[in-house]
């Protein structure tokens, strides 16, 4: 698997970033849905046996559990220095007053709780996992720089926010010579596409790298329209993300599965090819829950759609709501 520059900076990624939400104690945090070690085990057994080496977590997943589980799984299974770890600060890791946010006091205590619990002295990618507007960019960004300036994250990045805000932190960074950010972690797949009005000409005009979330459409894309698994047919959150534009998005949906048919491989591959085709993304982000997730993700980096089908699933598109931040 031949890895990618994510934008500008040194780092070197692979094309396929594996999402470990997907993995923790199912009654810690807000995802009852995510699996215990020993089930996520073959998961990362596959993901690096494929030669995946970007794994992406957060402190705020499964109440912490997914990032023990992500450093137990690849200090078992690599060498430090073949592996890149990212992971996220903002929500709230505990009840008190300053466990939440982006605050000096906040970013300073987490990076070093979520350390402990990756079992790693440093991670390569260091994200803020939304935007706090609570607390001034330039005490994040100055509390961002001096976690880097400690050997604690070799890189920053951030996710989810108004392009003005991503590009009002850069600002800042620039001007007080603080660490910026490399990298933009954004939902964007074939059914939200907002990002490509402002945030993905900012990232290829600044050399930011982007890191998709959710390029599946939380798995709506890789089954016939109306299909739903017991998930999803409950999930607020995919209702809410997915439920702007249903004429669009089963033209979509069905461009998907016609291309998929004739090409002789899964929706999943082709809405991932999708992805990765797009100029300014460097890498997808794919959770996975079956083995067939991950098969179909690194099949996707096989597959190259032509203008014409590109143009199919591209052309039902109609704009809607920004969701996710």
């Given at each position: 698997m031949e890895h990618v520059r994510l934008g500008r900076s040194g780092l070197k990624i692979s094309p396929i970033v594996l999402g470990c939400m997907s993995y923790g104690t199912p009654d810690r945090g807000t995802h009852p849905w995510t699996l215990p070690e020993e089930e996520a085990r073959p998961f990362y057994v596959q993901a690096v046996e494929a030669g995946i080496t970007t794994f992406d977590t957060a402190d705020m997943y499964s109440a912490g559990t997914s990032e023990e589980i992500t450093g137990r799984m690849l200090g078992a299974l690599a060498r430090?220095?073949?592996i890149e770890i990212a992971t996220k600060v903002?929500?709230?890791?505990?009840?008190?007053?300053?466990e939440r946010g982006l605050s000096r006091v906040h970013v300073m205590a987490s990076i070093d709780a979520s350390l402990r619990r990756l079992g790693t002295d440093y991670v390569d990618l260091y994200q803020i996992h939304r935007w706090d507007d609570e607390t001034p960019i330039e005490e994040t960004m100055e509390a961002l720089h001096d976690v880097v300036?400690?050997?604690k994250a070799r890189y920053l990045g951030a996710s989810s926010m108004w392009?003005?805000?991503f590009a009002k932190a850069q600002h800042v960074a620039e001007r007080q010579g603080f660490t910026p950010f490399v990298s933009m972690?954004?939902?964007y797949n074939l059914l939200q596409r907002e990002e490509e009005r402002?945030?993905?000409?900012l990232?290829?005009?600044?050399?930011v790298g982007v890191l998709p979330w959710s390029p599946l459409a939380r798995g709506r894309l890789t089954r016939p329209w109306g299909e739903e698994t017991a998930r999803t047919a409950s999930d607020e959150v995919t209702k809410a993300m997915y439920g702007q534009a249903e004429q669009a998005d089963r033209a979509i949906t069905d461009a998907v599965g016609r291309i998929a048919g004739e090409r002789g491989v899964t929706r999943a591959q082709v809405a991932l090819a999708w992805v990765r085709q797009q100029t300014a993304v460097t890498a997808p982000i794919v959770g996975a829950t079956k083995a067939q997730h991950l098969s179909d993700a690194v099949a996707s980096l096989e597959l190259t759609l032509t203008r014409e089908e590109l143009d199919a699933l591209e052309q039902p598109y109609t704009p809607r709501r920004p969701e996710g931040f």
């Open positions: 430090r220095e073949e903002y929500f709230p890791s505990g009840p008190g007053a300053n300036k400690a050997g392009a003005w805000q972690q954004d939902q402002e945030m993905h000409p990232a290829l005009d600044q050399g």
